[in-house]
């Protein structure tokens, strides 16, 4: 115990050197810097800022929608107690002596920007802050809300490099629990992501993309491996999580990669832009966290989608919004522009017992046309 104590005032006497207490902080500023650009509108671009949106179908048990908590469903929870504003809260509980109960986020930002971070909490040693902003940020912080409610607010600017940043709030160790509510990142949002059916290019080359998950045959496999296939997957999260060793597998040839295809395969079209981007971020996250690359690409279930998919996509640090211009699954060869396939075309499947079979009949029709699969992402960099 002495040591988390030491530890506690080593980190005391830092921050006070630093950063201000939430009490006596600073009132909110409009962002400022090349990023914000004249007439940028500011926004809070915190994913599920209130603990108020629903876990999407299909998602991790005792997920928080929006949220990456280190302690996970045993420490952290939404609880609909004294809430700050609305009906709900985050409460964590850290389990032990050794977690400060951590909660985070990525969040998407242009480079060079000014951004507002703040949140209203509760307890005892709670700090809110971010990372990878590419300059050194101290966390807002508070000795006590002495049982109410009582908001931290920081700045920060991003670097020429930073499209993203790590939103953390976290207690102390041996502290006890503490609540957050109302959390914001205000400033001006990413440029919405592009949507597309094809890739432009004259190279003579074709997209192989491979849709869900449920279905995983060695068959698949084995054939993908053979003819060397540059993959691109869009699995969801459930799947890809039952097992993340065939997907490796299948996306191992270069070129392959595995993007973004939300949690629950939802029509998001029917979804407010709050909701969609709790789809596309914990997806994200949830790829990340499998496979260790960040999406970049978000494949639309049903390919539905709107301008607020196009705005949430982009909160969620994805660029592309891809659907596709043929169908090659469950025994189709469908394409939808007149004629052969053309150089670009993105080719839809699924992963399904019939997938086996559609790859060598995909195959088949690029290589009539005088094509051969690429590697998607290789031509969205």
Not at 85 to 106: F, H, I, K, R, W
Not at 110 to 139: H, I
Not at 199 to 220: H, L, M, N, S, Y
Not at 235 to 263: E, N
Request: aromatic share 8%; with cysteine.
């Amino acid at each position: 115990m002495s040591t988390r104590l030491s530890a506690l005032a080593a980190s005391v006497a830092l921050l006070t050197a630093f950063a201000v207490p939430a009490a006596s902080a600073a009132p909110a500023a409009s962002p400022t810097g090349p990023g914000s650009g004249t007439g940028a509108a500011t926004v809070n671009l915190a994913t599920n800022p209130g603990f108020e949106l629903p876990s999407p179908d299909l998602a991790d048990w005792g997920s928080i929608p929006g949220w990456n908590c280190t302690g996970g469903p045993a420490e952290a929870a939404v609880t609909t107690t004294a809430a700050h504003s609305g009906t709900s809260a985050l409460t964590v509980t850290p389990a032990n002596d050794d977690s400060t109960g951590e909660c985070a986020q990525t969040v998407a930002v242009q480079p060079g920007t000014t951004y507002t971070a703040s949140a209203w909490v509760r307890g005892a040693f709670v700090y809110l802050g971010a990372t990878g902003t590419g300059q050194d940020v101290a966390p807002a912080w508070t000795e006590t809300t002495s049982g109410g409610w009582q908001q931290l607010t920081t700045r920060f600017t991003t670097g020429p490099n930073a499209h993203s940043v790590r939103l953390y709030v976290h207690g102390w160790y041996q502290q006890g629990p503490f609540s957050v509510d109302d959390v914001r990142v205000d400033g001006p949002a990413p440029a919405p992501a592009v949507a597309a059916g094809s890739i432009p290019t004259t190279d003579k080359v074709v997209f192989f993309t491979v849709d869900d998950g449920w279905q995983r045959t060695p068959e698949a496999e084995r054939f993908i491996a053979d003819h060397h296939l540059p993959i691109t997957a869009f699995p969801l999260p459930m799947p890809a999580g039952t097992d993340p060793d065939f997907f490796k597998r299948v996306t191992a040839v270069p070129g392959s990669s595995i993007q973004d295809h939300s949690v629950s395969h939802s029509d998001l079209s029917k979804l407010p832009l709050e909701r969609q981007q709790v789809e596309i971020c914990d997806a994200r996250d949830a790829m990340t966290r499998l496979f260790g690359t960040a999406p970049v690409v978000f494949r639309p279930p049903f390919f539905t989608w709107n301008a607020d998919t196009l705005q949430a996509a982009a909160n969620c640090g994805i660029r592309t919004v891809l659907t596709a211009d043929a169908d090659y699954s469950w025994g189709a060869s469908n394409i939808w522009h007149p004629g052969p396939l053309q150089p670009g075309d993105v080719i839809l499947m699924h992963w399904t017992d019939t997938l086996a079979t559609d790859l060598p009949r995909a195959l088949a029709a690029a290589d009539a046309a005088g094509l051969k699969p690429a590697g998607l992402i290789d031509y969205l960099r």
